[in-house]
């Protein structure tokens, strides 16, 4: 079945910068419930695609095979089987990748969702109004990373007209030129892309994600892709 059968108003944006990359979106429904995740992996390109294909089969096994679909505790396992894959608790460990993720569970007949982040937000749009949720300072492997740290659990109400985006950092952090700055350049930067998601969170969601494509390509103009970008947006 299509993700559109069961998430009908929602959108997936993944534009790798190469044919293969380090982008992963993940929607799966269990029950009545729905997961949905976003996941930026160290690198882009081959470096990128193999850890992204670690931390998503990790996340399959976690949530399909193991039954785990709160966002924290996913997180949380995520972290310890990149550690554990990787072997970073040895000292001498030669794989210092990880990855940032933000995952959502909605409970549609509870009118609830639960979020939780390491390192990539939440935005929520209702009303033009956009709210930004920052996720946790704390990333999914690494060999510095916390193995013992309770990621944060964020519950939101559901109200109808609200809209939810999750997404990588390429989006915001593609350059363009701008001789009014120092060095020449500027990024989309988040404010930016709030200010984006504010102004068409009212829209259907496929003409938001024309949007954002046209957005993005109008303000990278001639300048080279510098990272995969992936936004994903849903409502009820």
């Known amino acids: 079945y299509a993700v559109s059968d069961w998430l009908p108003d929602s959108f997936f944006l993944w534009e790798p910068r190469d044919v293969v990359g380090g982008d992963i979106y993940f929607a799966e429904r269990f029950g009545e419930d729905i997961l949905i995740a976003v996941m930026d992996c160290t690198g882009h390109g081959v470096p990128g695609a193999l850890i992204s294909m670690i931390a998503s089969s990790l996340l399959s096994r976690i ?11 996913i997180l949380r396992q995520l972290s310890s089987g990149i550690r554990t894959l990787l072997r970073q608790d040895s000292p001498d460990a030669p794989s210092d990748d990880g990855l940032d993720a933000a995952v959502c569970l909605v409970r549609p007949k509870e009118k609830m969702l639960t979020f939780s982040g390491a390192n990539l937000p939440l935005f ?23 193995p013992a740290f309770d990621f944060t659990e964020r519950k939101i109400a559901i109200e109808s007209g609200i809209s939810f985006y999750m997404s990588t950092d390429g989006f915001r952090d593609q350059m363009c030129r701008d001789e009014t700055r120092r060095f ?4 989309f930067g988040r404010k930016r892309f709030a200010a984006l998601l504010g102004e068409i969170g009212h829209l259907p969601f496929e003409r938001q994600e024309k949007r954002l494509v046209d957005a993005f390509h109008k ?7 510098q990272d995969d970008v992936t936004v994903v947006g849903f409502g009820f």
């Not at 303000?219 to 892709?225: A, P, W």
């Open 219 to 225: 303000h990278k103009g001639e300048m080279s892709r």
């Open 184 to 187: 020449g350049f500027r990024t």
């Open 124 to 146: 929520l749009v209702q009303n033009r109004e956009v709210k930004y949720i920052r996720g946790d300072r704390q990333s999914i492997g690494y060999k510095r990373s916390d």
């Open 63 to 73: 949530t399909v095979a193991f039954g785990h679909h709160d966002p924290p505790e």
